[in-house]
């Protein structure tokens, strides 16, 4: 089967280097909510040198320091799972205490419709994305 | 209210440093699984210094390397989510295709009674946990 995360192109993208990708995740429950693919099909953090590494978690600490910046949310979640697409990559999640999971995490029981105050704060994510493509740059 | 992270002592611990602790987590459906615990109360990762980020995650990493090779599982989850205690702590999770939960995260939906296979597992919890702490003190 054909690694998803392995494709040419993702949507998404609002950055990309020879290692890394990182794409905004279109998800109308949690905007802003980030991805930081590695390029290369690895499974674990540890199958990667401690450089690659550092370099990968520079960029989500990097989205992370955006996120809390230009979206002020209440808590931001950092995930890498890969149970389903065993092929590095890391969720950057902005989290508000009025979110639809809120205190759950994304993964868990839905807890409210939060709808219009999401719908409110999408608004954010064009000066969102900006911010996020001039930090990256400088990485 | 008393952050639980705070605490002076905490149950499980296995390794300790002037900054972190990592303690062996008492859940019967997740041998293995342990948390990484920043000792001051500080929220974000991004709060951190790049250098305290650096040493934070090399303990993290540490502990998914030794968990890779003494317990062998199929994938290692972790998360930075701190939703409900946002004092900052790392969950690193050992994962298997017929643990109780997978492919789901261990905060979504049971998918099998997988009691007998997790009981044998466990048995492996005196060897990681040295294994453990030989690791860490060379860090």
Redesign the interface.
């Known amino acids: 089967m054909q690694c998803e995360l392995c494709a040419e192109q993702l949507a998404g993208t609002v950055f990309e280097n020879e290692e890394l990708r990182v794409i905004l995740v279109d998800d109308a429950k949690f905007p802003g909510f980030c991805r930081v693919i590695w390029r290369a099909h690895v499974?674990?953090?540890?199958d990667l040198s401690?450089a690659q590494?550092?370099r990968f978690?520079?960029v989500v600490?990097a989205v992370?320091?955006v996120q809390?910046t230009v979206l002020c949310p209440d808590?931001?979640?950092?995930?890498?799972?890969?149970?389903?697409v065993?092929h590095l990559h890391w969720h950057v999640i902005p989290?508000y205490v009025d979110d639809a999971f809120?205190?759950?995490?994304i993964?868990?029981q839905e807890q409210r419709d939060a709808s219009l105050v999401t719908a409110q704060r999408a608004a954010l994510l064009p000066e969102f994305t900006l911010a996020l493509q001039s930090a990256l740059k400088q990485i």
């Open positions: 499974k674990e953090m540890s401690a590494r550092g978690m520079d600490f992370e320091s809390k808590k931001i979640n950092l995930a890498s799972l890969g149970n389903v065993p989290r809120f205190p759950q995490p993964w868990g």
